[in-house]
Each structure stands twice: as C-alpha cells, then as structure tokens.
Nanobody, 126 residues
Framework: QLQLVESGGGLAQPGGSLRLSCTAPGFTLDLYAIAWFRRAPGEEREGVSC????????YYRDSVRGRFTISRDNANNTVYLQMNNLKFEDTATYYCAADPGLVCFPHKVRSDMDYWGKGTLVTVSS
C-alpha cells in the first residue's frame, strides 16, 4: 500500500516562502500523478496543484498561479510544492495525493485520487 508522507509545513509570514515535500518510501512516485490539495478551517478541500505522469500536464488553481511551483525530483523520489509570496488565505492543511491514472489536466485536478497523505499544516501569520 502506497503511503504518502508530507513535510515542510510550518509558520511563515505574509510574503514568505515554504517548500512542501511529498515522498512515498518504497514506491516510485514518477509512476503516479501527484497533486496537492488543501483544506482551510471551516472550508472545503480544494485542489492546489498537480503534475501528471510524465510531467505532461501541470495545473495550478488561479489563486496560487505565479506564486506556487510544483516539481518532481525523481532522483530523490520526491515531489515539491514551492510556495512563495505566501498570503494569509494560504493557511490550511496541505495534503499530497497520488493516482496512477489520468487525473491531472491543465485546467483542473480530479479529487478522487487513490492515495492520500495525512497532511502538513501551513500557517501564514504576522
């Protein structure tokens, strides 16, 4: 069973940066589409970004485009979400998700991913 492990969350000031990491010990992540979702307190879960198998498609939700960057490091079997110019509204628990199928498109990410991590908390506060 593929288990995803997120790390890198924490406290950042507005305008600051954090880099989230997603790994899967014992599994090769480049065989999966990888997505980042987030859930803010009292809000619905929303897709933030995804990268397809083969990196052919990358998606960002409008509110993070230009500030967040998703990338793969296949040598380290890790997918990153670099988050720059953080805003108060980025505060949420961020989840990494994986799926071997076609779930990531330039205009959207499907939410019915097969595998999910437990999440890492990002707090943006001054």
């Amino acid at each position: 069973q593929l288990q995803l492990v997120e790390s890198g969350g924490g406290l950042a000031q507005p305008g600051g940066s954090l880099r989230l990491s997603c790994t899967a010990p014992g599994f090769t992540l480049d065989l999966y589409a990888i997505a980042w979702f987030r859930r803010a307190p009292g809000e619905e879960r929303e897709g933030v970004s995804c990268i397809s198998r083969g990196d052919g498609s990358i998606y960002y939700r409008d509110s993070v485009r230009g500030r967040f960057t998703i990338s793969r490091d296949n040598a380290n079997n890790t997918v990153y979400l670099q988050m720059n110019n953080l805003k108060f509204e980025d505060t949420a628990t961020y989840y990494c998700a994986a799926d071997p199928g076609l779930v990531c498109f330039p205009h959207k990410v499907r939410s019915d991913m097969d595998y999910w991590g437990k999440g890492t908390l990002v707090t943006v506060s001054s």
